[in-house]
């Protein structure tokens, strides 16, 4: 448990937040622009991806299990800051930000991943 490094997990949880608004904003898309609806789509299956790709590495620089305990924390993490961060803007404002969110905190994820 000393190789877990907190900054990384908070990293990881705002970027799955981040990424699970777009995906839902794209399930529910209703807009006229098939240009933004593009972008939105490639930025969700885009930050799916970066999201496996991280857990993997995560398991292959500290232990296999490592991922999935960082993975349920981002479940925890999720369901009770999701309900606060929501009363303060919406979902899809959640979602229009995480053009820009997502992407720095994928930066700092691969970045400040522990190393043993």
Not at 52 to 71: D, E, H, Q, R, S
Request: aromatic letters at 22%; charged letters at 10%; hydrophobic letters at 65%.
């Amino acid at each position: 448990m000393e190789n877990f490094d907190i900054l990384n997990i908070l990293y990881f949880c705002l970027f799955s937040i981040f990424v699970h608004y777009q995906r839902i904003h794209v399930m529910i898309f209703r807009g006229e622009s098939q240009i933004f609806q593009l972008i939105l789509s490639f930025f969700a299956i885009t930050g799916n991806i970066i999201g496996i790709v991280f857990l993997v590495i995560y398991g292959i620089k500290l232990v296999w299990w490592a991922p999935f305990l960082l993975f349920f924390i981002s479940i925890i993490f999720f369901t009770f800051i999701t309900k606060f961060i929501e009363k303060l803007i919406s979902g899809l404002m959640i979602s229009i930000l995480g053009f820009i969110a997502w992407p720095i905190l994928a930066y700092l994820m691969f970045k400040t991943i522990p190393a043993i």
